[in-house]
């Protein structure tokens, strides 16, 4: 087991480094320069053009500059803001509890309410339940976040009053943006946990447990939920990345800070440094959900902890 | 059952985590603690926050460099200026209590007042003023828009404490509005050299409020400056403002922006979509405030330098076949005011006579092609010599305004003239127009408050500089700028102005669009918000009836 782990570590550590070779290669091939992007056009001299690049570094050859910015990437120096000069890091740390609570909010909703449809769904098959679990389920996957957000900002906030339209203060601003990314998360999850539910409930180890005379509860909410978690769970891991990536969307449409927010408006500037240390950062979280997600799998299923094992 | 109970021990540890990471995030917050609806806060007319919601994020609260009009909105209300230009264009005292020009036009004294203190503190003085107008030019300052507006200042001489003297390179007729524009207020010189190029996230002003903390993309606060005694003419309050504090919160989705003042989460938003001010005009809670901006109305640029738009026939062929009236009632539902000219409405010259002088006539526009020798080919775009007329159409925002809508309803009306229109739409406008030139028509509009703006647009570049977006090179239009730059006789100044404006039509130089109006969605119970004579917003009358 702890080999197992060691080896994904090793496979996590490389996938951090091939993400940053990608994302340095791409803002470093893309057409513009984040120099006159910094500089005004139309007073900058061509003097002050070249002053700020050296003192940027962009003079220097790609390797060169490659290999600062990843050492001090390493050395936890994720560098400083084209625009304001705002030091990288504590600026992503500032923001990431606020996009932090709104994954983990909006991952509890579509978990809660992904799960619950789907057993029932699968349980009551063709009835008017599973006619609802579908409808979330095709609702949630098909509707763009950004309309989903306004709907719930028009009728919850405008029409009912009863949660704030934007911003970050507290706990009644979360709900709707947690809900709208909450709507979408559902969907999937409905989707995955109705499907293997059904799969799950024609295995022939039902079949012995209705034999041994089991409940039809027990059956269906101890063995065969705990069957059909398991691909459920690779689809929630995937989902909690999808998530934090998803709130690019819902920070903007509510205003909320967060490291969606940062990002969009760091592509938006072409600040290098800002955008190189927000998918730095992110790629870290995706490799230590994925790890988590392997490791739950030991957990939820004993044959893959026996296989583990050996 | 002990798996069901782990399940909900690990959904009530996922609740909590959310319950205190949301409860940090509103801790960071607390400091703005007088929520949205200030105006339940206080019993009478003093007092309260005013929640205000921009649509964009300023850049910096600098002034000197920030390169963008929504810090206008805020850092106004952080700095004064030297003097104010009312609505009539006409200059008055403001932090300068009177100034004389000298013979030659190139150097303006300005008496100080002597009662002006900075909200750090520092005295006010001409040593003060000296250091800003310095600043601006310095290069380490990267000074951006406001470095274009203090053209042609060359140095200033402190004549005593209160007495300053500013040298111009040569006369300028623009130097004292420009002193008036926000982008050139003055900076507390104690708090410029403390914090160099942070100053944006610590701005030090002499105005009517002081800064009190920016959350980025979240809000900006201010708060009163009980000291203040200073106001321009252009507000009734002279004194401290009536209101607590104003929170600018930066909301940039319109839909949530409306649906924040109509749910009353703040108490004015800015710039109201069209499709909304119908409905928000016949809310019983709301108001409409509108402040048509002063300047370069939103006008499109043809490239003189690249062919065959060096063509003056092929570019009137292209004014007649767009048909702009109906653009601008497509799009802005009747809420925004069409531009007939290079310049907008209320701007010192604005040539009224130009006003219904275009009409669209698909006839003349095919004549003119056809006498030009662009023949229609089978796919219908016209040809010569083998080339296809084509029209490359950049446009740097994504949909400010309906902007990318504009070009594609011009991309449709030229199709039927045989024009084929390519869209670009990039926000990389310093690369593809500026460094390359790669653009045949292009958009842009300023705010300005003197006709002179239109010197950076149409006259001939020097070497070296930066070229005009236009590319016009006429020395009949750079003889007129020039003069209209220096000219002091008003008259002879809106004459000038009036037969530039006329030729850059004549010429079908460009295409003017709309008057961007600056529209305020705010609750009834906020009284007072003012537009300065640019049409930026001005918050020393403000008071929120509870």
């Known amino acids: 087991m702890v080999q197992t782990i060691l080896t994904r570590l090793a496979t996590s550590l490389l996938v951090i480094f091939g ?49 600062h910015y990843f050492g001090d990437m390493l050395r936890g120096d994720f560098g400083k803001s084209m625009i304001n000069s705002d030091p990288v890091l504590p600026k992503i740390l500032e923001h990431f509890p606020a996009t932090l609570a709104l994954t983990a909010l909006s991952s509890i909703i579509a978990i809660t309410i992904g799960i619950t449809l789907g057993v029932l769904s699968a349980i009551h098959r063709n009835g008017v339940i599973d006619f609802i679990a579908r409808l979330v389920g095709l609702f949630g996957i098909s509707m763009p976040t950004f ?8 009728l919850f906030s405008v029409q009912l009053g009863w949660f704030p339209a934007m911003g970050s203060d507290g706990f009644s601003s979360l709900v709707l943006p ?21 799969e799950v409930v024609n295995e022939p180890f039902i079949v012995a447990l209705r034999a041994k005379g089991l409940t039809e509860r027990t059956i269906m909410y101890v063995h065969a939920l705990r069957n059909a978690l398991i691909p459920a769970v690779t689809v929630i891991g995937m989902l909690i990345g999808d998530l934090l ?66 | 059952m002990n798996r069901s109970i782990s399940w909900m021990k690990y959904m009530a540890l996922a609740a909590g985590l959310v319950l205190v990471l949301s409860g940090c995030g509103a801790a960071g917050n607390s400091s703005s603690a007088v929520q949205a609806s200030g105006g339940e806060q206080t019993g009478q007319a003093e007092g309260g926050n005013l929640t205000y919601a921009l649509a964009t994020s300023p850049d910096t609260l600098d002034p000197h460099r920030s390169g963008l009009a929504v810090t206008v909105r805020a850092i106004r209300t952080i700095y004064d200026n030297l003097v104010v230009q009312l609505p009539d264009g006409s200059i008055k005292p403001w932090l300068a209590k009177e100034w004389s020009v000298s013979a030659d036009g190139k150097s303006y004294t300005f008496k100080l007042r002597e009662d002006v ?7 006010f003085n001409a040593e003060a ?16 828009n406001s470095l274009a507006l203090i053209r042609p200042y060359t140095s200033s001489d402190v004549i005593d404490e209160y007495t300053i003297k500013v040298n111009l390179e040569q006369p300028s007729q623009a130097f004292l509005g420009n002193l008036s524009q926000a982008l050139l207020g003055i900076v507390s010189p104690a708090a410029a050299k403390k914090y160099g190029d942070q100053l944006g996230k610590n701005p030090v002003g002499t105005g009517p409020y002081t800064f009190v903390k920016w959350d980025e993309n979240a809000d900006i606060v201010v708060a009163k400056n009980k000291d203040y005694n200073w106001a321009p003419e252009t507000v009734e309050n002279k004194g401290a403002p009536h209101i607590d504090t104003i929170t600018f919160k930066i909301v940039p989705e319109e839909a949530t922006r409306i649906g924040s003042v109509q749910s009353k989460q703040v108490l004015a938003a800015e710039t109201v979509p069209p499709q909304n001010i119908a409905a928000l005009k016949s809310d019983p809670n709301q108001q409409l405030l509108q402040a048509n901006t002063v300047g370069l109305p939103y006008t499109l640029f043809f490239n003189l330098r690249k062919a065959p738009w060096d063509d003056v026939k092929v570019r009137q062929a292209v004014q007649s ?37 275009i009409h669209p006539d698909i006839n003349k526009a095919n004549q003119l092609l056809d006498e030009q020798g662009w023949v229609k080919g089978a796919d219908g775009i016209r040809e010569k010599d083998g080339q296809k007329l084509t029209l490359r159409y950049v446009d740097g925002s994504p949909n400010r305004e309906k902007r990318n809508d504009i070009a594609a309803i011009i991309q449709q009306q030229l199709k039927q003239v045989g024009i084929a229109v390519e869209v670009e739409i990039t926000k990389d406008i310093a690369t593809v127009i500026y460094q390359n030139w790669d653009y045949d028509l292009y958009g842009n509009s300023q705010v300005n408050s003197d006709p002179n703006a239109l010197f950076a647009f149409y006259h001939t570049s020097a070497e070296g500089e930066r070229p005009t977006l236009s590319g016009l090179s006429d020395p009949k239009i750079d003889k007129l700028l020039e003069q209209g730059a220096v000219e002091t006789d008003p008259d002879k100044r809106v004459d000038i102005y009036n037969h530039i404006q006329q030729y850059l039509i004549e010429q079908a130089v460009i295409l003017p669009i709309y008057v961007f109006p600056y529209t305020v969605a705010a609750s009834k119970s906020v009284e007072g918000i003012k537009f300065d004579s ?4 001005l918050f020393n009358d403000v008071r929120i009836q509870p």
């Open chain 1, 178 to 198: 947690a809900a709208t990314l909450g709507i979408v998360g559902a969907g999937f999850i409905v989707r995955m946990v109705r499907n293997s539910m059904l």
């Open chain 1, 147 to 154: 309309w989903t957000g306004i709907l719930l900002i028009l």
């Open chain 1, 19 to 67: 993400a940053s070779v990608l994302v340095y290669c791409i803002m470093y091939l893309l057409p513009g320069d984040p120099v006159l992007l910094m500089l005004d056009p139309s007073s900058a001299t061509p003097e002050m053009i070249q002053n700020l690049r050296v003192q940027l570094g962009l003079d220097q050859p790609f390797y060169i500059q490659f290999a």
């Open chain 2, 321 to 357: 076949a767009v048909d702009v009236e109906s653009i601008v009632k497509t799009l802005y539902l009747g809420n925004y005011e069409r531009a007939w000219s290079a310049l907008s409405p209320g701007i010192l010259g604005y040539d009224a006579s130009l006003e219904g002088s």
């Open chain 2, 117 to 123: 203190k900075f909200h750090d503190g520092t005295p």
């Open chain 1, 245 to 310: 990536a998803g709130t690019v969307v819902v920070e903007t449409v509510f205003s909320r800070q967060g490291i969606g927010r940062i990002i969009a408006d760091a592509l938006m500037a072409k600040d290098l440094p800002v955008v190189q240390g927000v998918v730095f950062f992110t790629a870290i979280i995706y490799v230590v959900l994925n790890l988590l997600v392997d490791i739950s799998y030991a957990y939820i299923d004993p044959r893959v902890r026996r296989a583990v094992r050996t």
């Open chain 2, 534 to 537: 640019l049409g930026y917003p």
């Open chain 2, 129 to 144: 003023v000296k250091f800003n107008l310095d600043r601006v030019i310095d290069p380490a300052t990267k000074a951006a």
